[in-house]
């Protein structure tokens, strides 16, 4: 079955980095996009960063764009964010998402703290 694993949050302080990866497995990996969503409390999801299928393509959410880095290895189904010049307003739990054949699967989520 489809799977999306997060790993790679923490705690760190405004202006700091932390890369967050996505493995995935049970699907042909490099036929599909991946995207990072993230929630914060009392918030709607929100994209964060999408890229295509061979990695060719990256889009990003207007609240990101020139601190974050999504690329793929897709030799190693997997999918990379990196984040630099944290905010605490990127404080939130962040989710990987595949489209699989028309039907959305999400990670568990892992959890980013920005705070002094």
């Known amino acids: 079955q489809v799977q999306l694993v997060e790993s790679g949050g923490g705690l760190v302080q405004p202006g700091g980095s932390l890369r967050l990866s996505c493995v995935a497995s049970g699907f042909a990996f490099s036929n599909y996009a991946v995207s990072w969503y993230r929630q914060a409390p009392g918030k709607e999801r929100e994209l964060v960063a999408h890229?295509?299928?061979?990695?060719?393509?990256?889009n990003y959410g207007d609240s990101v764009k020139g601190r974050f880095t999504i690329s793929r290895d897709n030799a190693k189904t997997t999918v990379y964010l990196q984040m630099n010049s944290l905010k605490p307003e990127d404080t939130a739990v962040y989710y990987c998402n595949a489209k699989v054949n028309w039907i959305d699967f999400w990670g568990q989520g892992t959890q980013v703290t920005v705070s002094s």
């Open positions: 890229i295509s299928s061979s990695g060719g393509i990256t």
